[in-house]
T-cell receptor, first 114, second 110 residues
Framework: DAMVIQNPRYQVTQFGKPVTLSCSQT?????MYWYQQKSSQAPKLLFH???????NEADTPDNFQSRRPNTSFCFLDIRSPGLGDAAMYLC?????????????FGPGTRLLVL | DAKTTQPTSMDCAEGRAANLPCNHS???????VYWYRQIHSQGPQYIIH???NNETNEMASLIITEDRKSSTLILPHATLRDTAVYYC???????????FGPGTRLSVLP
């Protein structure tokens, strides 16, 4: 039973062409996160939504935006992808934002920028 | 940024216990220790977490030292499918912002 779903698993885009990655969840969790994971590196948090409240990490480039139209869906928009944005993008959810709240990750979308 | 240190890599024989250490000497009293693993090209998978007491579930056991400055994840009978990168994470603040360190690459050998 898929709980955090990311589509597509692989996405190819061109340099500078906007791209949107999607994430959906069947857990009815309040919090949704987006992480970037470059090759051979650990995941790095870009931002998260607590319900409709958007929380950006201080070092997340402006090129990255996010939308959460409802509880179940969250989108990652890359306005002008550069070669350095090629990475695995991971979506995660948690029921709430307090201590002891487990995050559940999707399978990720691997983005290739040509 | 990471508040944890782990060995870069470890090997374990199939069927034996895998003991993965993690140092978190600056942990605060209300910070949890989480363990996740990531099998190649998949999303991180939750394993276990704890605050002060030792914890056990169907996947693993977590042993936290009394001073909470270190912990050990134990996979009691490692299989080839346990080959993965294992991340020890201490939550940075109330906002539940995970900061992943480089993790330990565990190789289970036949």
């Amino acid at each position: 039973d898929a709980m955090v779903i990311q589509n597509p698993r692989y996405q190819v885009t061109q340099f500078g062409k906007p791209v949107t990655l999607s994430c959906s969840q069947t857990l009815n969790h309040n919090v949704m996160y987006w992480y970037q994971q470059k090759s051979s590196q650990a995941p790095k948090l870009l931002f998260h939504y607590y319900d409709k409240d958007f929380n950006n990490e201080a070092d997340t480039p402006d090129n990255f935006q996010s939308r959460r139209p409802n509880t179940s869906f969250c989108f990652l928009d890359i306005r002008s992808p550069g070669l350095g944005d090629a990475a695995m993008y991971l979506c995660a959810t948690s029921r709430d934002r307090g201590q002891g709240e487990t995050q559940y990750f999707g399978p990720g979308t691997r983005l290739l920028v040509l | 940024d990471a508040k944890t240190t782990q060995p870069t890599s470890m090997d374990c024989a199939e069927g034996r216990a895998a003991n993965l250490p993690c140092n978190h000497s600056t942990i605060s009293g209300n910070e949890y220790v989480y363990w996740y693993r990531q099998i190649h090209s998949q999303g991180p998978q939750y394993i276990i977490h704890g605050l002060k007491n030792n914890e056990t579930n169907e996947m693993a056991s977590l042993i936290i030292t009394e001073d909470r400055k270190s912990s050990t994840l134990i996979l009691p009978h490692a299989t080839l499918r346990d080959t993965a990168v294992y991340y020890c994470i201490v939550i940075r603040n109330y906002g539940q912002n995970f900061v992943f360190g480089p993790g330990t690459r565990l190789s289970v050998l036949p």
